[in-house]
């Protein structure tokens, strides 16, 4: 014996709405974020340039640096490695945590 309550079908596929209904309802409230989503969108277009940049350095050390035996030159291609990594890293953080504080305002602004 189930004790859930019984369910219409007719009157459960009254109460769902789609995706892009849902989505519409939403819209108002990121477009009052404009400005951070948009900050997060250059942040998500510069760490990308920065991920796509380190393996070009990486064929350079092994093709060029390498191969000529020129440690000077490998040494600076590591330290440009490395902080490419490191401001990819940076990036992502600060676009993650600008994103969740946008979420976190959107659900007070939702509750209210």
């Given amino acids: 014996m189930s004790h859930e309550p019984e369910i ?3 009157e459960s596929t009254e109460q769902t709405i789609t995706s892009r209904q849902a989505f519409a309802k939403l819209l108002p409230f ?3 974020h404009r400005r951070g989503l948009s900050f997060c969108l250059l942040l998500l277009a510069v760490s990308t340039a920065f991920s796509l940049y380190w393996p070009i350095l990486l064929k350079n ?7 000529n ?7 600076l291609t590591v330290i440009l490695i490395a902080v490419s990594q490191t401001a990819t890293l940076y990036l992502q953080y600060v676009q993650r945590i600008k994103l969740e504080i ?4 959107i659900m007070v602004e939702l509750k209210r």
């Avoid at 050390?61 to 191969?67: E, G, L, T, W």
């Avoid at 946008?102 to 305002?105: L, R």
């Fill in 8 to 10: 219409d079908e007719q």
């Fill in 69 to 75: 035996g020129d440690l000077t030159g490998l040494l």
């Fill in 102 to 105: 946008i979420g976190q305002d």
């Fill in 30 to 32: 990121l477009n009052r």
């Fill in 61 to 67: 050390a092994v093709d060029i640096d390498i191969k």
